[in-house]
């Protein structure tokens, strides 16, 4: 299996080559040359995760051994989960979710960035590349800290983090200040997601001597292809539980920011995973709500910040592989080329098999608070968007095949949030005070990824303009500025 870019260009590489350099040569993401049929199902059905993974990773990742494979999922599908089942489906208050949060850093991106590091580590050994290799990464939140932790002690890796100053959760940023690791480097930015993922792509297209760089964003296909895995892990359970019998369609309604969690359904979709609708939920940032009704995409408008943060986002850099699976690239690099002069383009093709909705702050709130008071269960904001967006999707097309909801994030990881949307009473307390009382309301121990926050120690506190972020990496990066 190859990997080219979207853009276009000639460049054809291995999966560890692809997962290596991150984005292509021509500022075009990688994709896969084809879709491999999955094949037959019921022998998927009763896989535990780390067996599907491999079932699954072993036909995109073909230069990659069977025994390099097994051994990289076994090591990142393990008791850092705090359950067996890694990705449980639950049913409460009559809804499905899918808890993708029972990682270490208690939020989804741990389901591919705890297998990320190790993919790279081997595709940097078979290159020939040891040492001087750096990861940069843009955050909206959740991405940095899942990064530090699948990164932390990576032998001849740095891994840096830049996150908006002001447009994270308080919970967020000590989780990525505190980060333990003498490769972990974490940089604040005056700016908000965007202005962080635009200026890491452009330290990406500048380069800096004697680095190599790498990305651990959901623009590297090594972030993309771990999450396929859960699509076919939810379906499975649904079997299992016999809510679906083989060969059943299902929708999926998927909280989305960078498009990179959503489009993995798609390729699950594309391999053969009977899916129906994909459904995209948006936080009051509705650029890809809009996207989908009216075929223009526009980020010229207002950025609102929210209590989904990792939603807030207007430039979502996973939607090029849709446009380039569905357009092919001569169309991609035009849109891309209109997105970058003018801020919109108007797509010309046909997104079947995806729906879209979205759900202001009042509703994911109302959505919290409902679902509490009806089955005892607590969501968090994220999760919240995508359960609101689901019923407004329900009631507007009275479509009633079975659905399954995303969950992105644990509520202790927006606890104040979470708290003031149950009961008015709470608003306006701390963080950690929240945390106790979330505790309280859902009679389950705060996580101890949570409980040791409180008192550990700020290690990074370098804070830069978007225009300074190379400048700060290089200062940040211990083998640039000694020279
Ligand atoms: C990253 C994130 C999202 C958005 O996922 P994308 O892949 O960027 O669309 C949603 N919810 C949470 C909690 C996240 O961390």
Redesign the pocket.
Known sequence: MLYHSTRGSAEELTAGAAILKGIAGDGGLYVPESFPDIGDMPRLYTMPYGSLAKEILRLFLTDYTEAELSEAIDQAYDAKFDTEAIAPLTERGGYYFLELFHGRTL???DMALSLLPRLLKIAARKQGIFGGITVLTAT????GKAALEGFAGAEGIDIVVFFPEDGVSEMQKRQMRTQDGANTHVIGVYGNFDDAQTGVKRIFAQGIPGVYLSSAN?INIGRLLPQIVYYFCAYSQMIERYRLKPGDSVNFT?????????LAGYYARRMGLPINKLICASNDNRVLYDFFQTKEYDKNRLFIPTV?P??D?LV?S?LERLLYHISGSALTNEYMEQLSKEGCYKFVGDAEGFAAEFAVQDECFEGIRELYEDSGYVI?T?TAVAFKAYQKYRDRTGDNTPNIILA??SPFKFPESVCAAIDGKYAGMGAFESVRALSGLTGSGIPEQIASLEHKENRHTRVCTPADMRIALIEELPYTHSK
């Open positions: 939020a989804f991106k909206s939140g959740d991405t959901s998927v909280p989305t920011g960078n498009f990179g969690n959503i989904s990792s939603m986002i979502s996973n968090d994220h992105t994030a």
